[in-house]
């Protein structure tokens, strides 16, 4: 377990514990799920970015954001596929993808193949809690 020592982003639970609020724990570090259409950035619509809560690493861009109607916020495709991990979920009695931060290795969601109508064919199924969002204008102003 030392290896993770290395690895930026690591922390141990008791690390975790005191920068991740109770709900940020149960998903990040537990791979709960948050309760559809409870999440703050179901709604988002600015452009922006999506980082991990946990970390901070970029997972997502505003632009592939889109309306799925599952009651999390969804996307069609990461930055890039060196953002996350995805590993082979078969609780609950089905096959699932879950995603992963590649950084820190919180939980993030899980993708699914319906995508309906995206450049992909993906959804990126994210938990809000697991996503800290940073508007376009805050980061900066050129191009205005
Ligand atoms: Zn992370």
């Not at 514990?17 to 703050?40: D, H, K, M, N, Y």
């Not at 590649?102 to 993906?122: A, E, M």
Request: hydrophobic share 30%; glycine share 10%.
């Amino acid at each position: 377990m030392n290896d993770d020592q290395h690895a930026p982003g690591r922390k141990d639970d008791a690390e975790w514990r005191q920068i991740l609020s109770p709900i940020e724990f149960a998903v990040l570090r537990e791979a709960a799920t948050e309760r559809p259409w409870t999440g703050p950035l179901l709604e988002e619509k600015r452009e922006g970015r999506y980082n991990c809560r946990a970390c901070g690493n970029l997972l997502f861009r505003s632009g592939t954001k889109f309306e799925s109607g599952c009651g999390w916020p969804s996307f069609y495709e990461t930055v890039n596929p060196d953002a996350v991990t995805l590993i082979e979920d078969r609780t609950l009695g089905m096959v699932r993808t879950e995603v992963r931060c590649r950084r820190c290795d919180s939980h993030l969601g899980h993708v699914f193949p319906d995508g309906y109508g995206t450049p992909t064919g993906d959804r990126y199924c994210m938990n809000s809690v697991s996503l800290a969002f940073e508007p376009a204008d805050t980061a900066g102003n050129e191009g205005g």
